[in-house]
């Protein structure tokens, strides 16, 4: 029988504070002989995360295979609409990790947290329109929405750049992912750069809703990674935190790779979808195994990658210059984790 997301955590629970109470008594022998270290503790831990199957995935699956415990982490999970939020959470010190997707890279490109784990690579994202328009030259002059140094402006500036064209082409509306759902199925906008599964829930309004662009479309020039974030503060002066909640993604990356129905379910669960909806939009998702994040890591793809997309924003005007990969890719820790 499977276990609601209450139900586990109440169960994790009461596994974590025994393990605290055997740490505790352990700690506390007269002689000291045997006795646990400060390492032995619990850390607490704040995680910001995107409600879909790329921002949920692994921290659906840490706690529903109690891989928190294994590690000795603690954590609280928030949800965010989108990544540059949790940058600003980072930087407030309200979260100590996160995750975004590859329009925010430039965010910490730009020095304002560190990535500390690359998770995937996503396929999701669209330009869209409504019926009737139907090329990216169409939507010249007209009301296009998209979430400010995401993803979804992201792909819109590829889209553009591609049709000889730039923002100032078209007329931008700056909106929150929830916001241009509403916008698009009411009509109050001509198009949008979004990502799935949030114009699923647009289709069932607008069915005749017109695809323009997709990731796909620029697979030669630019990748589309997500990743994990940290703050500046957690990287530099938290490496035992830092250590174990690697090792508990690490042990998340390895199970969803080899059990991906189940971690659709998880997913699904810990985000109170349905399931079917969960599916299709992890299909939208290119799994990348712990073989292959530490093998992209090592010889240098991550980095290519990383460049590519520096570029990209350095055209696009959110980052001032590109800088070394590795001062915000935190790619040894990452690999270090798992020795």
């Known amino acids: 029988m499977r276990l609601t997301r209450t139900a586990r955590r109440a169960a994790a629970l009461s596994a974590l504070v025994a393990a605290t109470l055997v740490a505790t008594t352990a700690c506390s022998g007269d002689d000291g002989a045997g006795g646990g270290t400060a390492d032995d503790a619990t850390v607490e831990v704040n995680f910001g995360y ?33 990544g540059p939020l949790q940058i600003q959470a980072l930087g407030t010190g309200d979260l100590d990790f996160g995750y975004i997707g590859p329009g925010a890279f430039w965010l910490p490109a730009s020095g304002q947290a560190k990535i500390v784990a690359m998770n995937s690579l996503g396929q999701a ?19 296009v929405a998209i979430p400010e140094g995401t993803s979804g402006d992201m792909i819109l500036t590829l889209a553009l750049e591609a049709a000889g064209m730039t923002k100032d082409d078209v007329e931008i509306v700056p909106m929150e992912p929830a916001a241009i759902v509403a916008a698009l199925s009411s009509g109050k906008v001509d198009g949008a750069g979004l990502w799935y599964p949030a114009l699923a829930t647009v289709k069932k309004q607008v069915p005749n809703l017109v695809e ?79 073989d292959e994040l530490d093998g992209y890591t090592q010889d240098g793809t991550f980095d290519t990658w990383l460049s590519g997309m520096e570029d990209y924003f350095v055209q696009a005007g959110q980052l001032p210059e590109a800088v070394e990969p590795s001062e915000f890719y935190t790619g040894d820790l990452f690999v270090g984790a798992g020795k």
Not at 257 to 271: P, S, V, W
Request: proline share 3%; charged share 25%; hydrophobic share 45%.
């Open 50 to 82: 995107i409600p879909d199957f790329n921002g949920t995935s692994l921290l659906a699956v840490a706690e529903d295979q109690g891989l928190w415990e294994k590690h000795g982490v603690e954590v609280k999970t928030s949800s965010f609409t989108n």
């Open 125 to 143: 994202d669209r330009v869209v329109a409504q019926p009737g328009i139907d090329s990216i030259q169409d939507l010249a002059g007209k009301k």
């Open 212 to 290: 323009l662009a997709k990731n796909s479309d620029f697979k030669d020039t630019v990748a589309f990674p997500t990743a994990f974030v940290a703050g500046n503060d957690v990287v530099a002066k938290e490496q035992d935190k830092v250590d174990r909640v690697l090792g508990a993604l690490r042990d998340a990356i390895a199970y969803r790779a080899d059990h991906l129905d189940e971690t659709i379910q998880l997913t699904a669960d810990f985000n109170d979808l349905p399931v079917e909806d969960v599916k299709a939009d992890a299909a939208n998702v290119q799994v990348l195994s712990l």
